[in-house]
């Protein structure tokens, strides 16, 4: 009787590890790190040296929100150069037209008198004629160099907006490489940008478990350092498999709320 009832316990003890196993090989933990899909990298187009810098790291900065400004001495002889050039393309426009109108009336006056008085000077005509066509044809050039010079001034307008870099999206400034007195070159990293509204778990997962997600499958979420949870969903998964470490990489997103939480954070996802 007594060995009857230890093979019922030890048969019953294995039932139930059976269970066990079987309920905890139906959820998947993953573990992944909270990145920005918002994420700008503000760059300077020109060289130059650093007058101002408007933010520091940890800054919020909304669009449009002045971040640093360059030297502006060369831009401003160089766009006051070209609105120079623009406003004497249109006074020569002036002058080679009114040319042409007085030219003109006075081929008119001649060609009255002529008439009343039954003769023509040719030669009064011919030259006429002459300083008409040179006229149109000057007027022709300059109107053509107030486009030219209308093109640089709108060239150097824009330039001129890249002296004093604004914020192309709302923010927080995570990393500053430049101070004021700094050179900055076409290219370099001045000022990093994070949206945080726009926040995502980055997740590797191995290749063997590709068959168990999909796009658009709800996950649970946990940032075990607030511990907070919520609902995500599968939004991405990335199908370049890494020959290395047979990993895929999948985004997951998820609703911030008003908890505090920022790129870099460790985060768990878990699927059932």
């Known amino acids: 009787m007594k060995k009857f009832l230890l093979i019922c316990l030890v048969g019953s003890f294995l039932s139930a590890g059976e269970i066990n196993n079987k309920s905890e090989s139906d959820v998947i933990k993953l573990t992944g790190t909270v990145v920005s899909d918002g994420q700008q990298m503000i760059g300077s187009r020109f060289m130059g040296y650093v007058k101002k810098v408007f933010v520091k790291i940890g800054d919020k900065v909304k669009r449009e929100d002045d ?18 050039m623009l406003e004497q393309s249109k006074v020569m426009v002036e002058f080679w037209r009114d040319k042409l109108t007085r030219v003109n009336n006075k081929k008119r006056r001649l060609a009255f008198e002529y008439k009343h008085n039954n003769k023509i000077d040719f030669f009064d005509l011919a030259d006429l004629d002459a300083q008409a066509a040179n006229a149109e044809t000057m007027l022709e050039s300059m109107q053509i160099m107030v486009k030219e010079a209308n093109i640089r001034a709108k060239q150097m307008a824009s330039t001129y907006n890249y002296i004093k870099m604004k914020a192309p999206s709302d923010g927080i400034v995570v990393q500053r490489n430049i101070r004021v007195g700094d050179m ?40 075990p350092s607030i511990k907070y949870h919520t609902e995500g969903v599968i939004y991405a998964i990335v199908p370049d498999v890494n020959p290395m470490t047979h990993k895929i990489k999948m985004r997951v997103h998820f609703k911030r709320g008003n908890e505090n939480i920022f790129p870099g954070m460790y985060a768990k996802v878990i699927i059932k």
Do not use: C, H, W
């Open 67 to 84: 971040l640093y400004e360059i030297e502006s001495a060369e831009f401003d002889m160089m766009k006051m150069q070209a609105d120079l």
């Open 184 to 223: 900055v070159m076409p290219g370099m990293l001045t000022i990093l940008l994070v949206d945080m509204e726009s926040l995502e778990i980055d997740v590797s997962i191995s290749e063997s478990l590709i068959s168990k997600v999909r796009v658009g499958q709800k996950v649970n979420v946990e940032i």
